[in-house]
């Protein structure tokens, strides 16, 4: 496979040569670094590049340049190059033109001149744009195979796994790939065999479990200690950030996630909400970013690892992980968050995994080019997720049970729904029926109004339909309201819930009603549901951990 290519562009001589110069001697081996000196020049040198099928991961681009500016040429090399990076190099009196940009033409990242020195000013941002670049094209960098059917819901499963703990893979469809039909022959394998999943120098899979993938990846799927500080079920931004704060603080901490850390906000293709980051930042990248800083502060991570019991031994709590296994801790933060419900229509459970699926990954949307796509759901998951699969899909038909977005989604999703020539809106409409052999193949919509039905083809459904807690792991002895959520702290003193607190002082904000037990994110009655949110109550919750600790 050839190196992908950084090209940068800028008329001055010195400035050209120092930027080129600076990401060839960082950058050098594992990307070819294409100097030009202005922006018609780069233009050609990008549709060269197509032609050849060279991937472009990043273009550094001068502002001022006199025959076109940077923003113009990035604006046309979006056409060449649409997933690259894009870095512009401003003077400080172009920073609004270059705010700007980031909307206008998706401009990733806008440096101020100079950048001396490199390590501090320039490779910082770079690494992060070239991490994203890796993580949005695993095929370039990847050397584990996926071999299996398309519509196969374990399949799908695995490369769900790989994708969000950021294993590159390539994917194999046997029926469409000769290679994948190569590897099939080669592995002498049997249908019940698939996926395949080929690791270089191991054994290949034949259709493993998470947990044999997990392992054979070298992923840590056991903890190391007998009793740890904390142990924080569920690796979501609650877990993470808990996990953060705590082990910064010194207290020994080991969190255990069931499927891949980052939990919902993994899924997200865009999260613009999140302080610190003008253009918003995928979750994929934020969930990244937040392991390399839980392995920074050394708290220990189980993957693969479903928690499915709970219990109080004296001092100690337990959690029990399913298959076999347990982690005791003087405290635990629940951080287990929510999953989807499911959509009760005929026939949708047995095409579930085969086109029908509870919401969606950020690289799901290259799966759907030029297909039609369902979105069942009207809040902002639902909105963002038609919008990153628009990108990608013939056209997007959200279904929409109410007569109106704007009561559920944030003006600026809805005002781009709206906007989006490939987004059509089904209004006041449900799915009644899936149909379809061994995958999913068309829909029955109902109009709520009027009654009558249509049949539509359809591959692709992605539902999003508001979530239930993951709390039945907790056994009764923690109190939960009548759907499920996590009571905490005064909620708990209510006099219709009091007998379930056994201390004389009050529950602190974030404690069950055991106590050293705490809850933090959506899993927690009366949340936000919001990443800042559980970020933040992560944080807190390890705040009143260490309160908890010093009284016991
Ligand atoms: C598609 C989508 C887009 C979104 N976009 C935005 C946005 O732009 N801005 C915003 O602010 N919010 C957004 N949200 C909401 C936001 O992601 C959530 O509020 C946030 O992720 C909640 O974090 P959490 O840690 O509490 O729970 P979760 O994110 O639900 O994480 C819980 C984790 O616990 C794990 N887990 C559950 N049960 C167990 C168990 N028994 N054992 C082990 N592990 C377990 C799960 O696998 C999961 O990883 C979005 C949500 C979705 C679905």
Known sequence: MSKPTIVTVDDDPLVSEAI?????????AEFRIVRTTSGPEALTVLAELVLKDRPVALIAADQRMPRMTGIEMLEQARVHAPDAKFLLLTA???????????????????????????DERLYPVVDDLLDDWRHEHPDHTSDVRVVGHRWSDRSHEVKNFLARNHVPYRWLDVERDDEGGRLVELAHAEPADLPLVLVPDAETLRAPTT?????????????????????????????????????????STIVVER???????????AIENYLGFPKGLSGSDLTQRAIAQVSRFGAEMVLARDVVGFETRGPVRAVVLGGSGEIEARAVIVASGVAYRRLDADGLDDLTGRGIYYGANATDAPQVEGEDVYVVGAANSAGQAALNLSRHAKRVVMVVRSGTLTDTMSRYLVERIVASPAIEVRYRTEVAAARGDGHLESLTLVDRDTGVRDEVDASWLFVFIGASPRTEWLGPGVVRND????????????????SGWPLARSPYALETSVPGVFAAGD??????????????EGAMAVYLVHRYLATT
Do not use: H
């Open 259 to 269: 499927e891949a850390p980052g939990g919902q906000a993994g899924q997200s293709a």
């Open 20 to 28: 080129t110069r600076d990401l060839r001697v960082r950058y050098g």
């Open 92 to 118: 400080y009196a172009d920073t609004d033109v270059a705010i700007r940009a980031i909307n206008d033409i998706g401009l990733d990242y806008y440096l101020l001149k100079p950048w001396d020195p490199p």
């Open 523 to 536: 899993v927690r009655l009366d949340s936000m549901k919001r990443v800042a949110s559980a970020v933040g």
């Open 483 to 498: 759907r499920g959520f996590v009571i905490t702290g005064q909620d708990l003193l209510r006099e219709e819930r009091s």
């Open 211 to 251: 947990l044999d993938l997990a392992e054979r990846l070298g992923l840590r799927t056991r903890p190391e200690q007998p009793l740890y500080d904390v142990c924080i079920v569920g690796g979501g931004p609650a877990g993470l950030a808990a996990a953060v704060y705590a082990a910064s603080e010194g207290l």
